[in-house]
């Protein structure tokens, strides 16, 4: 009796452990969705933007000719999502991302940095934990916050707070 309920016990783990990695590589799958909407370049109508390292260089701050100084080579304010395609939490900020990026569209512009293939760009900034917001106010200083909310309304008034305060106050 003891081998049979044995059994059953290791025959119920091993189903289990199947249906869980079905269902995480479902969840990926939904989870990449969202990231077809991110494009190479900005525009008026919104959608985040995916920076590559040469890109960021060129649009957004040259920390190889000028890394002790910041200087934002942008014409907007503009938020920069730190994030990785494994993290959880990224893939829920990534859809409200992209509605407060059409939302400001012309206001603020929204960029993403894959932390998996821009390193550089991550380490530059200290990425140690994603998600991670960059938010660039047009003059002055850069901030950067962490983390999302505990639920999807709160997380977007998070973001919209912030745009107000940090980056469209001088505006």
């Known amino acids: 009796m003891k081998k049979l309920v044995f ?24 989870a990449e969705a969202p990231t077809e909407s991110v494009s190479a370049k900005a525009s008026d109508e919104g959608g985040s933007v995916k920076l590559t390292k040469e890109k960021f260089l060129s649009e957004v701050w040259d920390y ?3 890394p ?13 999502d730190f994030y990785a395609d ?27 940095i894959d932390t998996q293939v821009e390193r ?10 994603i998600p991670a917001f960059l938010y660039i106010p047009k003059d002055g200083k850069p901030v950067m916050t962490s983390g999302i909310a505990r ?16 980056l469209l106050t001088s505006n």
Request: aromatic share 8%; charged share 25%; proline share 3%.
């Open 68 to 80: 002790q100084e910041w200087n934002f080579k942008g014409d907007k304010p503009a938020l920069i």
């Open 7 to 30: 059994i059953l016990a290791v025959a119920v783990i091993s189903l289990q452990s199947c249906n869980a990695s079905q269902a995480k590589n479902k969840s990926n799958e939904k």
């Open 64 to 66: 190889q000719n000028s």
């Open 120 to 129: 550089e760009l991550a380490g530059v900034f200290g990425i140690s934990g």
């Open 151 to 166: 639920s999807k309304e709160d997380t977007k008034q998070m973001f919209k707070d912030n745009i107000d305060k940090i």
């Open 86 to 112: 494994w993290c959880g939490p990224c893939k829920i900020a990534s859809p409200i991302l992209e509605e407060i990026s059409k939302e400001y569209a012309g206001k603020i512009t929204v960029y993403k």
